[in-house]
């Protein structure tokens, strides 16, 4: 059975980062990735992280980066930050890309 991989999208509000879980969740379902993609906000800011494989920060939050490395540092939790236009334009599958290959090279 292959492991799946569970990744935490931070954002502010929740709005945008919506549209954009469910446009990664759609682009795995049609890969057939085993990928379980959640969405939280950064306030309250998430105190444990632990069990998440990859944490994905919104462009909106990306001030925090610092503070979250901090909480997933002796984890050895990845943070990638997504790019303005990736996420504006919800191009799930480009980051569905970046999730997959880091897998990969584990």
Do not use: W
Not at 39 to 62: D, E
Request: net charge positive; aromatic share 8%; with cysteine.
């Amino acid at each position: 059975m292959k492991k799946e991989t569970k990744v935490l999208l931070l954002c502010y509000t929740g709005a945008s980062s919506t549209y954009f879980v469910a446009n990664m969740k759609e682009e795995a379902e049609k890969r057939k990735a085993d990928v379980i993609i959640e969405s939280h906000t950064i306030s309250p800011f998430p105190k444990n992280l632990k069990g998440y494989n990859v944490i994905l920060v919104a462009p909106q939050v990306r001030h925090t980066i610092k503070q979250i490395k901090k909480i997933v540092e002796k984890d050895n939790i990845p943070i990638i930050p997504l790019d303005f236009q990736s996420f504006g334009l919800r191009e799930g599958g480009k980051v569905l890309d970046q999730i997959l290959n880091f897998k990969k090279r584990k």
